[in-house]
């Protein structure tokens, strides 16, 4: 059981920024990528970013080039810088961490609300 516990989420004016965090404990040894997701009301959850514990990143479109991931992994922890944010920007964002598709490792953090105001 891997148990993730987000924070950093809240209510910012447009044009502000953001750091969220996800901090992994429990049965944390086959997790092999850590990311985080969006979640808009009536709208299918979307890739923010991800990262790999080779440190290799992939980022969604939409927020690419106003975001940047990083890991400690030190502290098993994923974080997550997003600046000039828009409204558009805001939903509950989600930590999610796998591993290798045979070790079936899938877990879902609960989510943090992140609020862009105009």
């Known amino acids: 059981q891997v148990h993730l516990v987000e924070s950093g989420g809240g209510l910012v004016p447009a044009g502000g920024s953001l750091n969220l965090s996800c901090a992994a404990s429990?049965?944390?040894?086959?997790?092999?990528?850590m990311g985080w997701y969006r979640q808009v009301p009536g709208k299918q959850q979307k890739l923010v970013a991800y990262?790999?514990?080779?440190?290799?990143?992939m980022y969604g479109d939409s927020m690419k080039g106003r975001s940047t991931i990083s890991r400690d992994a030190a502290k098993n922890t994923v974080y997550l810088y997003m600046n000039n944010l828009k409204p558009e920007d805001t939903g509950v964002y989600s930590c999610?961490?796998?591993?290798?598709?045979?070790?079936?490792?899938?877990?879902w953090g609960p989510g943090t609300q992140v609020t862009v105001s105009s």
């Open positions: 999610h961490v796998w591993g290798t598709s045979l070790s079936g490792l899938d877990y």
């Open positions: 429990g049965s944390i040894a086959g997790i092999t990528t």
């Open positions: 990262i790999t514990i080779a440190g290799g990143t």
